[in-house]
C-alpha cells in the first residue's frame, strides 16, 4: 500500500504560479512512477506531469515549458512547480503513484486560476 497526500493548492491569478507537494509514504520502494492527473469540472481525468525512479520526466503538450515536476527522495514528496498558470488550468490535481499491478492517488487539491 502507498498513501499520498497532496498539498499546495489555492487561488492564483492568472500569469502567477503555485507548487503542489505530494508526500508519499507505505510501500515506497515498488513505486516506479510517480505522476500529476487533473481533472476539471465535465472533463475526464488528464495526464500532466510524470517521473520515473530514475529522475526521467515527460509532460503533456499543454503544460510544456510551464510546469516542472521533481522529487525530493530524501523527503519522500514529489513536486509540480506551475508558472505561467492559465484559467484553463483550473482542476483538482491528484498526485499518482504506479508500481506493478497497482496504481494509487491522493484525495486532490484544488487548483483555481482566475483571469
Known amino acids: 500500500q502507498v498513501q499520498l497526500v497532496e498539498s499546495g493548492g489555492g487561488l492564483v491569478q492568472a500569469g502567477g504560479s503555485l507548487r503542489l507537494s505530494c508526500a508519499y509514504s507505505?510501500?515506497?520502494?515498488?513505486?516506479?512512477?510517480m505522476d500529476w492527473t487533473r481533472q476539471a469540472p465535465g472533463k475526464q481525468r488528464e495526464f500532466v506531469a510524470g517521473i520515473t525512479s530514475g529522475g526521467s520526466t515527460n509532460y503533456a503538450d499543454s503544460v510544456k515549458g510551464r510546469f516542472t515536476i521533481s522529487r525530493d527522495n530524501a523527503k519522500n514528496t514529489v513536486f509540480l512547480q506551475m508558472n505561467s498558470l492559465k484559467p484553463e488550468d483550473t482542476a483538482v490535481y491528484y498526485c499518482?503513484?504506479?508500481?506493478?499491478?497497482?496504481?494509487?492517488w491522493g484525495q486532490g487539491t484544488q487548483v483555481t486560476v482566475s483571469s
Open positions: 507505505g510501500s515506497i520502494f515498488s513505486i516506479n512512477v
Open positions: 499518482n503513484a504506479e508500481s506493478i499491478g497497482y496504481r494509487y
